[in-house]
Every structure is written in C-alpha cells, then in structure tokens.
C-alpha cells in the first residue's frame, strides 16, 4: 500500500531557529497537506497543495509540492515556542479523497 | 463557523463491552471520513461516507467495528467487544468534496482497561 517517510523523526531547536522538514512517497499524490498535532487534540491544518512545483506560505510556514508529485517540504522560519508540537504530512490519493498520513515531526522549541 | 464536533472526547470502557462514538462533521461537507491514531503514528484510515453512502471501508476496520450515517449528517462509530488493543485515538474528519481539504475534529480518547 501507499506509504510516506518522513524526516525526521524529531527535531530540538533554539527559538528563532528555522526548521525544515520533509515527505516522500513511493506514490504520486494529487494534493499535499500539512497539519499540526497538539498532545490530546485532533491535526489541524497548516497548508494544502494542489499543484506539482507549487510553493505556498501561510505566516512563517512555507511549503512545497515537489515536481515528481512524490514529496513535499514544510519550513519554520524563525521558530518561537508555540510551534511546539507534531507536524504531519498527508497525500490525497485519487482514491476518494482519503489522506495517507506520515509518522510524524516532533518538533520542540527551546526558549 | 462550527467545526468537527466528536462526542465523548474520552472513553473508558472494559474489555468486552460495547462502545459508541459520534460526529457531527461541518455542516455544508458531504464527505466524512474516520480515523484511528495510536500514540507516535500518523492517523490511518478507516472508513468513509459521501452523504450516507459507506463508500470504502479499510482492512483495519475488522467486523466489531462499523459506522453509520444515516442521514448524510452525523455520524456514528460503533465497536463491539472491546479489545485492549482497540485503545486509541478515533479521529473525525469532514471536507466537501472529492480533493477538497480535510478537517479533523478534536477526536475521542478510546482506553479498554
């Protein structure tokens, strides 16, 4: 089945530090999506993508869909604590529009 | 503008016994989709409905296990004979169509002691 890697699997940074992380896939994917994870809650989207090379930001986050439609990127510039949390990826398969999740950035902020 | 809404945020039960969750998906969205999240994984697909058609159902979704949603509004989440291994974090999520963006509700804290 469809599967993403995503790296790594964890992150400890300085505030104010950028923050890069991305998902691959042994698939072709339509759209990518970034959510974040806060301990109890459900993901809550960052950024959506609906086109191979797009590059779209919302704030500091910025994001891309990369040409091969296999992978995908998610930058943090200028990270302060509430960025705390767990960012996941996810494809939108042609297949329903169901998402096909990776495992997950756990990223920590140091003040 | 209302979310996701998923009802209890927390369960616990016995093994053995039955329990049932709901969600009430945003309220133009005809596609509804449930998840399950165990701690350190992403959220893996269950199941999902367009309007109140049940149209894929993953391997994960064993017999104890189904969903309904009978008016192509809420929806419910029913496993039976609770297993241990059923504890988990169950995921809601709505969209309005197809390739359209996925929102999640706060979830339901299922623990089987």
């Known amino acids: 089945g469809q599967q993403l890697n995503q790296s790594p699997q964890s992150m400890f940074i300085q505030e104010g530090e950028d923050v890069s992380m991305n998902c691959t896939s042994s698939?072709?994917?339509?759209?990518w999506l970034w959510y974040k994870q806060d301990p109890g809650e459900g993901p809550v989207l960052l950024i959506a993508?609906?086109?191979?090379?797009e590059l779209t930001s919302n704030g500091r986050l910025t994001a891309q869909f990369g040409i091969t439609r296999k992978d995908s990127f998610l930058n943090i510039s200028a990270s302060i604590p509430s960025d705390v949390g767990i960012y996941f990826c996810?494809?939108?398969?042609?297949?329903?529009?169901?998402?096909?999740f990776g495992q997950g950035t756990e990223l920590s902020v140091k003040p | 503008d209302t979310g996701v809404s998923q009802d209890p945020r927390h369960k616990i039960t016995k093994r053995g016994q039955n329990v049932t969750f709901r969600c009430d998906p945003i309220s133009e969205h005809n596609r509804l989709y449930w998840y399950r999240q165990t701690l350190g994984q992403g959220p893996e697909f269950l199941t999902y409905?367009?309007?109140?058609?049940?149209?894929?159902k993953s391997r994960l979704l064993s017999d104890r296990f189904s969903a309904e949603r009978p008016k192509g509004s809420f929806s419910t989440l029913e496993i039976q004979r609770t297993e241990q291994g059923d504890s988990a974090m169950y995921l809601c999520?709505?969209?309005?169509?197809?390739?359209?963006?996925?929102?999640f509700g706060s979830g339901t804290q299922l623990s089987v002691l």
């Open positions: 993508l609906y086109k191979a090379g």
């Open positions: 996810a494809g939108q398969s042609n297949q329903g529009g169901k998402l096909i």
């Open positions: 999520a709505s969209s309005s169509g197809q390739y359209e963006k996925l929102f």
């Open positions: 698939s072709i994917f339509n759209t």
């Open positions: 409905f367009q309007n109140e058609a049940q149209l894929e």
